[in-house]
């Protein structure tokens, strides 16, 4: 990931980051002012990949409406995990960084405005899924199943 940190400057404005997490995958959101750009991995949102899975990270978008994101440029980096969980996770950052930007730099009640909005609808938009994959134990094929028992 040598080509990443070209397009990610640190300038000193009104910029937020933060992240999104869902199993493994890790999404960080750098939000700036700006006009609107929002690009996952230096491709466009709506290019994103598995196109089944799109509409989920637009949901964010299309629950809180294009105006409020017009004065915002979004850059998403996403590293771990699988096509799904990189989905949740990207969701997740956009959301999480809405919501930071409008806390530092617009207001407190559009915040809350957006905040009760993207809660209202999924809980996991802005508040990380904590479940993570079992260890396998022995005298089994998995976690919990236990190899079959034979009497004869």
């Known amino acids: 990931s040598s080509g990443i940190n070209a397009e990610w400057p640190l300038r000193p404005g009104k910029s937020v980051q933060v ?29 994103l990949e598995p196109s089944a899975l799109r509409y989920k990270v637009l949901e964010p978008i299309l629950l ?20 799904t969980a990189r989905v949740y996770a990207i969701r997740q950052a956009i ?7 409008y806390q530092k730099f617009v207001d407190e009640t559009s915040k809350k405005e957006i905040k009760d909005i993207l809660l209202n609808y ?8 904590p479940r993570r994959c079992e260890p396998k134990k022995f005298g089994g094929p998995g976690a919990r199943a236990k190899y079959q028992k034979s009497y004869r």
């Open 64 to 83: 809180l409406g294009k105006k409020r994101f017009e004065g915002v440029d979004i850059r998403i980096r996403v590293r771990g995990g699988g096509a």
């Open 19 to 47: 992240f999104g997490r869902k199993k493994t995958a890790t999404a960080v959101a750098y939000t700036k002012e700006g006009n609107g750009m929002i690009k996952v991995n230096g491709v466009p949102i709506d290019l």
């Open 95 to 101: 959301s999480k960084s809405l919501v930071a930007y």
């Open 122 to 129: 999924d809980k996991s938009m802005l508040v990380a899924d």
